[in-house]
Nanobody
C-alpha cells in the first residue's frame, strides 16, 4: 500500500509561483513513476508533468512547458512540482499519483495506469 500526501496549493496572483510537494510512503519510492495530474472545473483530468521510474524520462504537457518543473528527492520520498509564471488557466485541483508497473523509462499519460493517488490540492491563480 502506498499513501500519497500533497501540500503547497493555494491562491496566487498571475505571474506568481507555487511549489507543490507530494510525500509518499513505501520503501521503494525511488522505483515509482510519479505524475502530477490536474483537473479544472468542467475539464478532463490531464497529466501536467511526470517522471519515469528510472528518472531518465520527464514529461510536460505543452501548456506548462518552460514554466513547471517536476523533481524527486528519493531520500525524502518526495516529488515536487515547481510552478512558475502561473496563469489563471492553471487553476485546478492538482493530484500526485504513483505508477508502480509501467516500463522503467516510460511516463504514461493515462490516469488509470497510476495505482495510487493523493487527495489533491487546490491551486487558484487570480488575474
Amino acid at each position: 500500500q502506498v499513501q500519497l500526501v500533497e501540500s503547497g496549493g493555494g491562491l496566487v496572483q498571475a505571474g506568481g509561483s507555487l511549489r507543490l510537494s507530494c510525500v509518499a510512503s513505501g520503501r521503494t519510492f525511488s522505483t515509482y513513476a510519479m505524475g502530477w495530474f490536474r483537473q479544472a472545473p468542467g475539464k478532463e483530468r490531464e497529466l501536467a508533468a511526470g517522471i519515469s521510474r528510472s528518472g531518465s524520462t520527464i514529461y510536460y504537457a505543452d501548456s506548462v512547458k518552460g514554466r513547471f518543473t517536476i523533481s524527486r528527492d528519493s531520500a525524502k520520498n518526495t516529488v515536487y512540482l515547481q510552478m512558475n509564471s502561473l496563469k489563471p488557466e492553471d487553476t485546478a485541483v492538482y493530484s500526485c499519483a504513483a505508477d508502480l508497473y509501467s516500463p522503467w523509462t516510460t511516463v504514461t499519460k493515462v490516469a488509470r495506469d497510476y495505482e495510487y493517488w493523493g487527495q489533491g490540492t487546490q491551486v487558484t491563480v487570480s488575474s
